[in-house]
């Protein structure tokens, strides 16, 4: 290690307290997690040496615990959850300590479709034991009543499916179709075959993804066969559970929760966790504040979809049957032809049960009728759902100096295993995915013609610019002569 480095991470262990330190104190955190916000979980597990088993050890012999689990599930993220609709997304993401393991997380989707963390955990490693123990905690917050409704998204993490088996059969559980599509397009690569897969995946009834199928059939059989593997109720909207009230394709609030604890993942594990939970204590406090002065009923990210659905909605002309049932038909010259009951909040496209509000076609009758859109929204995408949800307070915490000493054995730190080569701070990227995407990286100019900001010119810049040598050519010989 250099001097620098040396230097940089005394630094470090001065702001942030070192590695062993923060484990050997982890229960007087835990402690003070529980006295301050009262009704949370916190569990945490540790491993003991073989010879602890011993009535007599031998002599020598370090006894004292080695950490292994510690999983955090904050009162006010359980009690805003339960008023928010039932789905969580589920995902795993290195810790970038010398200490290695992973941060497994569970998401749910807010009122205003924004991330709503419910809990996380540090645990070893990904595998189906620790996902297991993971469930089994996060069960016990949400208790039976709201897990057996509740709609589970994953990447197919290492475990987890089988866990799905063993602790909630028949759990209705999606797969993200971004990681879907990274498998897929290792053995079957090209935009075209992306494109109808998604195609197929956004298909929100069962005979438009029939349709979808059978032109991949067409292009390639067997991506057709490799698809059909998978059942479509992992990864189609046409099979999708009208329940959640979310139609979403991909697990982007995992994704999003990653990206903002990114550099908390680089630090000790008390530190990390303090970062986490002061990051989700801003995050309540600013949403209830931002609500107050809300004027809206239906919430902002919502009425952006409302709005999009409305002017897609004039492409469409409904035919009033009676009783609130239309039948909306295409203005576009096509055949497409869809039922739209106004009274049930249903349309035969199956868009309208699967988001909560109305979908292009019953947006076509609204504007018929000139109904009142509003009328039509779930209720959980109203203002009262969202100042339910962040009513609850995170409260602070003291600092270690003021924290109790718990009647618990010092936890010692993992296993310290140190990694072949230089340690990486960043995952790879798969193909499709752009290289350069940090603070200070450049959009790349390739296929783009320049244009001089002097003489307005395509095919050059400004430095190289022609017309502007001459002048400065010419200037410099008119300065000449009035200097002789």
Known sequence: ???????????????????????????????????????????????????????????????????????????????????????????????KTPYGGQLLTAIGWDPNDQILPIAYAVVEAETKDSWRWFLLNLCDDLVVDKIRWCTFMSDQQKGLIPTFDELLPGIDHRFCVRHLYSNFRKRFPGVQLKIMMWKAAKATYVQEWERRMKEIQQVDQGAYNHLMEIPAKYWSKSRFNYFPRVDTLVNNMCECFNSVIVEAREKPIVSMLEDIRVYLMNRWSDNRQSIVTYAGEILPKINKKIEREFDKGGEWLAIYAGRDKYEVSSSQGNRAKFVVDLNLHECSCRKFQLTGYPCEHAMSCIRKMCLDVKNYVNKCYRKQTYVDCYQHVIYPLNGPNLWSRTENDDVLPPVFRKPIGRPKLRRNKTGDEPRNNGPLSKLARTGQQQKCSYCFALGHNKRTCPRKRKMEAAAKKVKLLLSI
């Open 1 to 95: 290690m250099t001097k620098a480095a040396r230097v940089k991470q005394q630094a470090l262990d001065e702001i942030n307290g070192t590695y062993g330190e923060q484990y050997r104190r982890i229960h007087d955190y835990a402690a003070e997690l529980l006295r301050s916000n009262p009704g949370s979980t916190v569990q945490i597990q540790v491993e003991r040496p073989p010879e602890f088993e011993l009535e007599t050890p031998p002599p020598g012999t370090d006894l004292r615990p080695r950490f292994q689990r510690i999983y955090i599930c904050l009162e006010a993220c359980k009690r805003s959850f339960m008023v928010c609709r039932p789905m969580i997304g589920l995902d795993g993401c290195f810790i």
